[in-house]
């Protein structure tokens, strides 16, 4: 049996098999807003492990594998065997055997790697400490049905050097952009843990005010991840200086736009009325998670499918 291929950070895809997911997702996402059945995945399952909270990737991959034809299981840790102890690589073996394809949210990378090496099935990121690969695939998606090609473009990350922030990094070195990274001290990011090198794909800044200054695109994320939530007061305090507010956004490039992967939390790490404001485009980056992984999951079961490919 060959070893499937698995989507467990952003760089186990290359910069041609991005630049295709993003054609197959327009492709995707056009057939669906003209309500025509696009049933690729017929008959195959889907399991998804969350061992922390979700709405937009629960909710995506359910309605996503659906609208492709197939069907959806969803597993917790409250109330499987996962939680009590069994071991994640008998898990594998035994869930990969039952289905088509399985999605995780776990806490370490490491539990996601040991699944998919016992998996006989692709195995999808759907977020860990470390990496939140698919967030990224639709927010670049997002970007470019905005302002075109991120490619050469300026990402200004605000906030905690954080599974978003990793992820941004990978993306960066891939398809060719900047990140400017601020954090407060003791949040910096570790390019060990994200995987990439010491290049100048990604600028530190300490003040945020100067990350955001002619960026084409302001992001951030929630000060407490899942999995942090004891830090959360020292958080609290730490992050005060790191809400992306008016005057943010107002040194950015003018044509800017704000991403938020949501939850958020409005008067913490954004203020109301840049999230609400005419510069944000959450609600379509959050749309795109549908669409973006349809296209994943369509090309880890299938492969490229070039002929009606817009
Ligand atoms: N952005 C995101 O992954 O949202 P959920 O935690 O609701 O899945
Ligand atoms: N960094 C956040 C993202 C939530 C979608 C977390 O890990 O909780």
Redesign the pocket.
């Known amino acids: 049996m060959n070893a499937p291929r698995h989507y467990l950070q952003f760089k186990d895809f290359s910069r041609a098999e991005y630049e295709y997911l993003f054609s197959r997702t327009r492709w995707i996402k056009d057939k669906f807003k003209r309500y025509e059945p696009h049933h690729p995945l017929f008959d195959r399952t889907l399991v998804m492990i969350f061992e922390?909270a979700s709405t937009?990737?629960r909710l995506s991959f359910e309605a996503g594998m659906h609208q492709l034809g197939g069907s959806a299981i969803y597993l917790n840790t409250r109330d499987s065997q996962l939680g009590r102890g069994e071991p994640v690589e008998d898990a594998a073996q035994v869930i990969s055997r039952m289905s088509d394809i399985v999605m995780i949210r776990t806490f370490e990378q490491t539990i996601i790697e040991r699944f998919a090496e016992y998996s006989r099935v692709p195995v999808i990121n759907g977020?860990t400490?470390e990496f939140?690969p698919c967030?990224i695939l639709a927010d670049i998606f997002t970007f470019i049905e905005h302002r075109g090609s991120i490619q050469g473009k300026t990402v200004a990350w605000i906030g905690?050097g954080?599974?978003?922030c990793n992820t941004w990094l990978q993306a960066a070195e891939l398809l060719d952009f900047k990140v400017h990274v601020s954090t407060p001290a003791g949040y910096e990011i570790n390019p060990e843990v994200a995987g990439v090198g010491q290049t100048d794909r990604f600028v530190r800044f300490a003040d945020p005010m100067e990350a955001c200054r002619g960026a084409d695109l302001v992001t951030t994320?929630?000060w407490t991840?899942?999995?942090f939530e004891a830090e959360n007061d020292e958080r609290m305090r730490d992050f005060a200086d790191w809400r992306v507010d008016a005057e943010m956004m107002q040194v950015a490039h003018p044509d800017a736009v704000f991403m938020h992967?949501?939850?958020a939390h409005r008067g913490e790490e954004v203020s109301a009325d840049v999230i609400d404001g005419p510069q944000s485009v959450v609600w379509d980056e959050a749309e795109n998670r549908l669409h973006v992984q349809k296209a994943l999951m369509e090309f880890l079961l299938i492969g490229k499918v070039e002929s009606d490919c817009a």
Request: a neutral charge; charged letters at 20%.
């Open positions: 922390k937009r990737t977020l400490n939140h967030q905690d954080n599974n978003m994320d929630v991840s899942m999995g992967c949501l939850p």
